[in-house]
């Protein structure tokens, strides 16, 4: 997990390696794509399925 972080390879975590990782997840969440996570959303990432798909 370390490695994927640690996007410049320096051994090290940025700030700004984290902080970009923190807003990818918040997007891939994000999924009508209004800037704010409700449960549904949450729940949807975590179990791997799409609020738009059909039953």
């Given amino acids: 997990m370390f490695a994927l972080l640690d996007t410049d ?3 090290a975590l940025s700030e700004n390696e984290v ?3 923190v807003a990818r997840i918040f ?3 994000d999924q009508n794509g209004d800037g ?3 449960l549904d959303e949450i729940q949807a990432f975590l179990h ?3 609020t738009d798909e059909m039953p």
């Fill in 9 to 11: 390879g320096d051994g």
């Fill in 36 to 38: 704010k996570i409700d």
């Fill in 48 to 50: 791997g399925s799409s």
């Fill in 19 to 21: 902080q970009d990782t």
């Fill in 27 to 29: 997007n891939a969440m």
